[in-house]
């Protein structure tokens, strides 16, 4: 059982390259979220999907994109890499966009931008 | 602005009974979670409270109180598989949540 699984789990990038953080799940779930989790710091919330085919801008949107071509996958992509996107990227995903869903987490990619 | 305050560490012993305390300030309200993190590890899920009360769960309790803009989740019976962060998350009017930096559990035999 699979579940949530992100690649790559970790990643050291130099500043100004582009690169390119995947997700798939095989639990059928309609929503999908990327989350940045920095230390002393709540989760925050980069892009969201409530179905294949749309995606929203979150809380910290800026510098990434999203694309969201089926239901599985949604990867996310840093057009041009700064030290201060260095963070561990959660992808997560929750079976309806609905307020009350649980929300189920992949194991993280730890990214430094150096 | 929108706030969630939850203590940075707590440190307790096995066997016993610890509460870790969330308040939280955000422009409407539509429920609460807690999640659980072992450090390394990914989020997972304990609770969501949307109305007043305690929600028990086994070992787990969940309480929230709407107009105190306050929660806490309690832990029973402590086991050093307990030792984690707990995260408090509230929901806000637009849906989106807003995540608390969480509370480092740290469980002494």
């Known amino acids: 059982i699979a579940g949530i699984t992100q690649a790559p789990t970790s990643q050291i990038l130099a500043a100004g390259r582009r690169m390119t953080l995947r997700c798939t799940q095989d639990?059928?779930?309609?929503?999908m979220y990327w989350y940045r989790q920095d230390l002393g710091l709540g989760l925050r919330l980069i892009h969201y999907?409530?179905?294949?085919?749309?995606?929203g801008k979150g809380e910290v949107p800026d510098g990434y994109s999203v694309s969201r071509a089926n239901t599985d996958d949604f990867p996310l992509t840093l057009a041009s890499a700064v030290p201060s996107q260095t963070s561990v990227y959660f992808c997560?995903?929750?079976?309806?966009?609905?307020?009350?869903?649980?929300?189920?987490f992949g194991q993280g990619t730890r990214l430094t931008v150096v | 602005g929108q706030n969630i305050d939850q203590p940075t560490e707590m440190t307790a012993t096995e066997g016993a009974i610890v509460q870790i305390n969330c308040t939280y300030q955000?422009?409407?309200?539509?429920?609460l979670f807690w999640y659980q993190q072992h450090a390394g590890e990914a989020p997972t899920f304990l609770s969501y409270?949307?109305l007043d009360g305690l929600e028990e769960k086994g070992r787990f309790s969940s309480f929230l109180s709407r107009s105190k803009g306050y929660s806490y989740l309690l832990l029973k019976e402590l086991q050093m598989k307990d030792s984690a962060s707990y995260l408090c998350?509230?929901?806000?009017?637009?849906?989106?949540?807003?995540w608390g930096a969480g509370t480092k559990l740290i469980i002494k035999p």
């Open positions: 997560a995903s929750s079976r309806t966009g609905a307020v009350d869903t649980e929300a189920f």
């Open positions: 639990m059928r779930h309609n929503a």
């Open positions: 999907s409530n179905t294949a085919g749309t995606t």
């Open positions: 955000t422009s409407g309200f539509n429920g």
């Open positions: 409270n949307v």
């Open positions: 998350a509230a929901v806000d009017s637009n849906y989106q949540l807003i």
